[in-house]
């Protein structure tokens, strides 16, 4: 079965921890993307990557950092820098060609 | 990439067509409407997208008037399933391009 999977579904961390979410996709999909979403509030655009080795700060990426050492995986670091950790984390993938980005079930995490 | 103009929140009756309207008065030329939707809890899902031309598919319609300002989707008969909020997004079909989605529009089918 292709797909993107994220692990876990839901993580809680201690304020001051760094944190890091996993996202992988079996899809051969070059392109990799991490939002995030707020309660009530639509996606925003963490960091994305086009091409191993290679990525970019979205709108948001202040306080997050990330890899693409492997073209299946796009692990999202939150570290103690971001001031409001608390959200539901989406990664996404997307061919070169066609339509649709792909996401994946979300990790919702909670900093206590 | 051109902003997008949605209402909040509407609902429907089940076995109904849901008619979801879009402003995009700002769109270019080259960018094309996309529609997704998201389910409680869930990633967004791709339901449909068109540049010029209304587009029809197993999940939905999409209705682009003349000069391109703004659109509809329409879901024939909506089910209690197609509860969810629902994203219109114009963009350059340019690899590289992103997605911006805004607040979108919570639907909610009533039994």
């Known amino acids: 079965d292709g797909g993107i999977t994220q692990s876990p579904k839901y993580l809680f961390r201690k304020e001051g921890q760094n944190v890091t979410l996993s996202c992988e996709q079996n899809?051969?999909?070059?392109?990799m993307y991490w939002y995030r979403q707020d309660p009530g509030q639509g996606l925003r655009l963490i960091y994305y990557?086009?091409?191993?080795?290679?990525?970019q700060k979205g709108d948001i990426a202040e306080g997050y950092s990330v890899s693409r050492e492997k073209k299946e995986s796009f692990p999202l670091t939150v570290t103690s820098a971001q001031k409001n950790p608390t959200a539901f984390y989406l990664c996404?993938?997307?061919?070169?060609?066609?339509?649709?980005?792909?996401f994946g079930p979300g990790t919702r995490l909670t900093v206590l | 990439d051109a902003k997008t103009t949605q209402p909040p929140s509407m609902d429907c009756a089940e076995g109904r067509a849901a008619n979801l309207p879009c402003n995009h008065s700002?769109?270019?030329?080259?960018?094309?409407v996309y529609w997704y939707r998201q389910i409680h809890s869930q990633g967004p899902q791709y339901i449909i997208h068109?540049?010029?031309n209304n587009e029809t598919n197993e999940m939905a319609s999409l209705i682009i008037t003349e000069d391109r300002k703004s659109s509809t989707l329409i879901l024939p008969h909506a089910t209690l399933r197609d509860t969810a909020v629902y994203y219109c997004?114009?963009?350059?079909?340019?690899?590289?391009?992103?997605?911006?989605f805004g607040p979108g529009t919570r639907l909610s089918v009533l039994p």
């Open positions: 996404a993938s997307k061919t070169s060609i066609g339509p649709e980005q792909f």
């Open positions: 068109g540049l010029k």
């Open positions: 700002t769109i270019s030329g080259n960018e094309y």
């Open positions: 990557s086009q091409i191993v080795n290679d990525f």
């Open positions: 899809l051969n999909h070059d392109a």
């Open positions: 997004i114009v963009r350059v079909d340019r690899y590289g391009q992103n997605f911006v």
